[in-house]
């Protein structure tokens, strides 16, 4: 079911969207050479019980998981570029990580997720990672009231196609609002002009991931963690937007 918020809920929403923001800002500053996954993931839950929010990944368990996540934050390195459950691995020279991060504050949910790289950068990292921002940036811009989520799908597209990157549509943005995950499903390719219309209230999560030389992906033996069939590096960029009669509303700006 999709649900259509109001004025006063989007408002509602933002302390949601400062959180988190503020989450995967504290976890980038600290991911350095050496830092653990699984200090990064200590972080982000002592940010959540000082604020008194609640995670929304911990006690995730949708179709696709082997078990619950039981973490509070997705850290994907280097060729894993979604959903990545942070385990015991201390971050190298190089590394590039995404963190996607979910929490709900007074009952309301914001979903966001930024790249990086940790220590020296590679050019083809440093582009893919900025091509999604790109995306984002697009994906955002054509979220306008009247539209429809392929104008949102074919802006992403459009970036991405640009720079040579294919586009894996199995994942891809979502509704937001009580929950974390909800309707309508945001594909990050598809035609302008075609899907759920955008209608003021509706507030989704928009981002857009590639990976480096391929759109295949499977799954690690974590039961988690999405990795590229081709060992090539993932990026990823999220937001949470709110769809207003004056356009696009983001939610989760640092």
């Known amino acids: ?29 600290a991911a350095r050479v050496g830092v653990n996954l699984l200090e990064l993931d200590a972080l982000a839950h ?3 019980r000082t604020r008194g929010a609640e995670s929304c990944y911990i006690d995730y368990h949708p179709s696709f998981g082997a078990s619950p996540f039981g973490k509070v934050i997705c850290t994907s390195v280097n060729d894993a570029v979604l959903h990545g459950l942070p385990h015991d691995y201390r971050l190298r020279d190089g590394d590039l990580l995404s963190l996607d991060f979910a929490a709900s504050v007074d009952g309301w949910v914001a979903d966001s997720a930024v790249s990086l790289v940790v220590g020296s950068a590679r050019d083809e990292d440093l582009r893919l990672i900025e091509t999604t921002r790109r995306a984002l940036t697009a994906g955002i811009a054509a979220a306008q009231p009247g539209g429809r989520v392929g104008d949102i799908s074919a802006a992403i ?23 974390m995950h909800g309707d309508p499903h945001i594909p990050n390719d598809g035609r302008a002009g075609r899907g759920f219309p955008l209608r003021p209230g509706l507030v989704i ?6 990976l480096e030389t391929t759109d295949e992906i ?27 009669e004056n356009g696009p509303l983001v939610l989760s700006a640092p």
């Open 1 to 29: 079911m999709i649900e259509l918020r109001t004025p006063a809920e989007i408002e509602q929403m933002r302390p949601a969207g400062r959180f988190v923001a503020d989450v995967l800002a504290e976890t980038a500053a």
């Open 46 to 48: 002592d940010l959540i």
């Open 157 to 179: 597209a459009a970036v991405a196609h640009a720079e040579g990157y294919a586009v894996n549509t199995q994942f891809g943005g979502h509704g937001v609002g009580r929950t």
């Open 218 to 244: 499977f799954t690690d033996p974590d039961g988690w963690t999405l990795r590229s069939a081709d060992g090539s590096r993932g990026a990823h960029s999220e937001h949470t937007v709110a769809i207003t």
């Open 205 to 210: 999560a928009i981002e857009p991931w590639f």
